[in-house]
């Protein structure tokens, strides 16, 4: 059975950090892509970050690249996500998924539809930035 149980999310002003953890269970990070997403009250869920086959290429939303920055550490089996410059507009929940429904050609469409490319999503952990 898989498991992704994410850690670290919190409050924090704008302008200040904060380092988000997905531990995975019964699923070896690595394999294929693993990712971040995010879902503000009243809007769309989108894709943050992604990560493919532990670092060969990352992905990011444009409104994330140059502050965000997502990892993996393989003797852990997990991911994370570090934020720096927080703004108010990352306020929401942010979910780790994993099992991209293309496999290994997941990078071709890292981030995907949302409600249908990935298998696995964590319970999610809430981000609020106060301006």
């Known amino acids: 059975q898989v498991q992704l149980v994410e850690s670290g999310g919190g409050s924090e002003q704008a302008g200040r950090s904060l380092r988000l953890t997905c531990a995975a269970s019964?699923?070896?990070?690595?394999?294929?892509?693993m990712g971040w997403f995010r879902q503000a009250p009243e809007k769309e869920r989108e894709g943050v970050a992604v990560?493919?086959?532990?670092?060969?290429?990352?992905h990011y939303h444009d409104s994330v690249k140059g502050r965000f920055f997502i990892s993996q550490d393989s003797a852990k089996n997990t991911i994370s996500l570090q934020m720096w410059n927080l703004k108010p507009d990352d306020t929401g929940m942010y979910y780790c998924v994993a099992g991209h429904v293309r496999g290994q050609q997941c990078n071709t469409s890292p981030f995907g539809d949302p409600l249908n490319a990935w298998t696995y999503w964590g319970q999610g952990t809430q981000v609020t930035v106060s301006s």
């Open positions: 019964g699923y070896v990070v690595g394999r294929n892509c």
């Open positions: 990560i493919y086959l532990g670092g060969v290429s990352t």
